[in-house]
């Protein structure tokens, strides 16, 4: 069993920054895939950003390329996502989430253990 808890969510302005981490259990946190995903309220759960488990590979949402950046590190059992360039349409519930099978990538079916998510709220 896997637990995530994400923390860094908040209110910040436009043009802003903020950095979400996710937290695991589990001695085989450094094998899985890890992905952030988001939903806005009244939208569906959309993929933002994941991981493999070298931390060599990442692949992002056109969304978010070049503003968020994602990394992890496996010595803490760690991810993390830094948010730069916030805009309003970047407000939502961020969800991490980890797929031990590594198989994963954008596909949230895929993943099985999930965070209970952090508010990011950005004004404008």
């Known amino acids: 069993q896997v637990q995530l808890v994400e923390s860094g969510g908040g209110l910040v302005q436009a043009g802003g920054s903020l950095r979400l981490s996710c937290a695991a259990s589990?001695?085989?946190?450094?094998?899985?895939?890890m992905g952030w995903f988001r939903q806005a309220p009244g939208k569906e759960r959309e993929f933002v950003a994941f991981i493999l488990w070298s931390g060599g590979s990442t692949y992002y949402a056109d969304s978010v390329k070049g503003r968020f950046t994602i990394a992890r590190d496996n010595a803490k059992n760690t991810m993390y996502l830094q948010m730069n360039s916030l805009k309003p349409e970047d407000t939502a519930v961020y969800y991490c989430?980890?797929?031990?099978?590594?198989?994963?990538?954008?596909?949230?079916?895929?993943?099985?253990?999930w965070g209970q998510g952090t508010q990011v709220t950005v004004s404008s």
């Open positions: 989430a980890a797929d031990p099978s590594g198989t994963s990538g954008s596909d949230s079916r895929l993943y099985d253990y």
């Open positions: 589990g001695r085989t946190f450094s094998r899985y895939t």
